[in-house]
């Protein structure tokens, strides 16, 4: 997967054919298959907020949750419609979540797929720009 600014993004496959790629045109929750990740918490805590949070998402009927396990290939997916959003919590006080070389890349190959990306540090709205400095990111085929 690569991107360039202002020139879109791309994909090579393994026979080395190069392919533009683009993020789904999924509009709906329940047609959405989404990646969120299980952080790095394996106390009760963590794992109730985990689980608390999936359990919403799926109460709101989308279609699938994943857990990739890797940041970075979540936002690739997003922006070659094999997701249709992700996102991934962290905190710099908690030390956890990804940091700006895990989601650098993947907010340029979503946006210039025609995705979004978004910081989701202090709450989600549809005009928080990501913030390559935090550890919470939401990347989406739309708004």
């Known amino acids: 997967f690569w ?30 298959v989404l990646s969120m990740d299980a952080g790095y918490g394996r106390d009760e805590e ?38 249709d959003a992700g996102f991934e919590e962290g905190s710099w006080e908690l030390n956890c979540g990804p940091k700006i070389w895990d989601f650098s890349g993947g907010k340029l190959l979503v946006e210039e797929a025609g995705g979004v990306t978004r910081d989701i540090t202090d709450r989600i709205s549809k005009d928080n720009e990501l913030d390559l400095m935090q550890r919470s990111v939401f990347s989406a085929c739309s708004s």
Do not use: W
């Not at 360039?4 to 045109?25: P, Q």
């Not at 608390?52 to 949750?65: P, W």
């Open 46 to 83: 963590e794992v109730n907020k985990y689980c608390s949070v999936q359990s919403a998402i799926l109460r709101k009927r989308v279609r699938h949750i994943r857990v990739i396990g890797v940041c970075g290939l979540s936002m690739a997916y997003v922006a070659c419609g094999r997701l």
């Open 3 to 32: 991107a360039i600014k202002g020139r879109g993004a791309f994909m090579t496959n393994c026979e080395g054919i190069t392919h533009t790629i683009s993020v789904s045109d999924t509009t709906s929750i329940p047609n959405a």
